[in-house]
Antibody, heavy 120, light 106 residues
């Protein structure tokens, strides 16, 4: 059974870099047919796609965040990460990692989410 | 960006009711529309992909239809466990975008 688990600090200071990791179990991140992505949800608000990565390293980012986002992949550890620089209070959100399937063109598996608060 | 607009934002219904939620895209997205269910404190769950395909394990009372710019999610006979928030999401064009959500309440 595929599982995704986010990990990382729950607090980050404004102007610093938010770093999260998504550990994938039950399937290889190198298997074809899937992108691996990050989605966030500010408290009480809707969902925003941040970006996605293929195991080859190809990435797609939301243009609204592109200047501040990188999503590296570590195939040896079967995990991928999110780095968001120069955070502000507006980046406070529940961050989810998810699998994006080429077959269904949808996010078919999600992690449980991790809350990150930008505060001094 | 493609804007996704859901209606209504909230909906009051009862067990056994037939419920319909609408999602409209600001431009054509062909069939690339997905529906998710989210319960408080939980991650979203995929219900319907590419407008009308039922995700494995999802009860058959859920169905989706539409193409182009107008889409609907229908729950044929509402069950207690269906009270949740529902989101649509387009995967036609990057950036992928979501609707603002429809909260289904008793």
């Amino acid at each position: 059974q595929l599982q995704l688990q986010e990990s990382g600090p729950g607090l980050v200071k404004p102007s610093e870099t938010l770093s999260l990791t998504c550990i994938v179990s039950g399937a290889s991140i190198s298997s074809g047919g899937y992108y691996w992505g990050w989605i966030r949800q500010p408290p009480g608000k809707g969902l925003e796609w941040i970006g996605s990565i293929f195991h080859s390293g190809s990435t797609y980012y939301n243009p609204s965040l592109q200047s501040r986002v990188t999503i590296p992949v570590d195939k040896s550890k079967n995990q991928f990460s999110l780095k968001l620089s120069s955070v502000t209070a507006a980046d406070t959100a529940l961050y989810y990692c998810a699998r994006h399937s080429f077959r269904t063109w949808s996010f078919d598996y999600w992690g449980q989410g991790t809350l990150v608060t930008a505060t001094s | 960006d493609i804007q996704m607009t859901q209606s209504p934002s909230s909906l009051s219904a009862s067990v056994g009711d037939r419920v319909t939620i609408t999602c409209r895209a600001s431009q054509s997205i062909s069939k690339y529309l997905n529906w998710y269910q989210q319960k408080p404190g939980k991650a979203p769950r995929l219900l319907i992909y590419t407008a009308s395909s039922l995700q494995s394990g999802v009860p058959s009372r859920f169905s989706g239809s539409g193409s182009g710019t107008d889409f609907t999610l229908t729950i044929s006979s509402l069950q207690v466990e269906d009270f949740a928030t529902y989101f649509c999401q387009q995967s036609s064009t990057i950036p992928y975008t979501f609707g603002q959500g429809t909260k289904l309440e008793t």
